[in-house]
């Protein structure tokens, strides 16, 4: 079992920047992913960021460039650095984990992002 908390969410004007956390507990060992996802009113959750344990990192096209997913060094907490934040960039964000061994995907409560001047 494995339980994700997001924390780090808000207002903020256009141009802005944001940094949202995704604290992480329970059975994380082995091969393993941390991924971001976001899913604004009427549309598909899509991925935003994703964060691999041995190190590679994936990235949106919309965002590359923008975000930053990172890793605390004792594993437990995930990151999403966003900066030049725009109007399209409204969401709900919401922290995955997905255990390469099998298994169900974690997802955790979200955090609203909302983008306005």
């Known amino acids: 079992q494995v339980q994700l908390v997001e924390s780090g969410g808000g207002l903020v004007q256009p141009g802005g920047s944001l940094t949202l956390s995704c604290t992480i507990s329970?059975?994380?060992?082995?091969?393993?992913?941390v991924g971001w996802y976001r899913q604004a009113p009427g549309k598909q959750r899509d991925m935003v960021a994703t964060?691999?344990?041995?190190?590679?990192?994936n990235y949106a096209d919309d965002v590359q460039g923008r975000f930053t997913i990172s890793r605390d060094g004792g594993m437990n907490t995930v990151y999403l650095q966003m900066n030049s934040l725009q109007p399209e960039d409204t969401a709900v964000y919401y922290c995955?984990?997905?255990?390469?061994?099998?298994?169900?995907?974690?997802w955790g409560q979200g955090t609203q992002v909302t983008v306005s001047s």
């Open positions: 964060l691999f344990s041995t190190g590679p990192t």
């Open positions: 329970g059975n994380i060992f082995g091969y393993n992913a």
């Open positions: 995955n984990f997905r255990d390469f061994r099998g298994g169900p995907d974690y």
